[in-house]
């Protein structure tokens, strides 16, 4: 079969399905192990940032919670304590990529997975599955 630039037109012209490519369990499940930081929070306050239409490629989350419960902490959390947590919300839309960290609610009490940054508040340190239940798994 002989190229012509009309079949490489042809096969331009063809529509492509959008790749999703997200982490697979495994990878949330090391993260979620990895992270310095595995408390259960009550959720005090919520202050998300605004999204101007087509500027806005993410939304800063900065959450003030109250330490319910520790499984593991190298800041040294006791329950009780008031803390600060920042990270940056990020829609995938059509984009491949691991899943946005979730906007976690007013009054709602979830798992976080967490390491502190140099500043003295706290980030994100799973990715997708920092405010999700320990992902089960070898």
């Given at each position: ?39 259960e ?31 593991r ?6 329950p ?46 799973a990715r ?11």
């Open positions: 079969m002989r190229y012509t630039p009309l079949l490489a037109l042809a096969l331009l012209a063809l529509p492509v399905a959008p790749a999703r490519a997200e982490l697979p369990p495994d990878a949330y499940r090391d993260m979620q192990r990895a992270a310095p930081e595995a408390v929070i009550r959720v005090a306050a919520v202050d998300v940032s605004i999204c101007w239409f087509w500027l806005c490629d993410g939304r800063d989350v900065e959450v003030e919670a109250e330490v319910v419960g520790v499984t902490s190298a800041a040294g959390l006791k009780g304590a008031r803390i600060t947590i920042r990270y940056r919300h990020v829609p995938l839309g059509d984009r491949s990529g691991p899943r946005a960290i979730r906007v976690v609610r007013v009054g709602e009490t979830t798992p976080a997975f967490l390491e502190k940054a140099a500043a003295g508040h706290f980030e994100a340190a997708g599955a920092s405010f999700d239940p320990p992902v089960k798994g070898r």
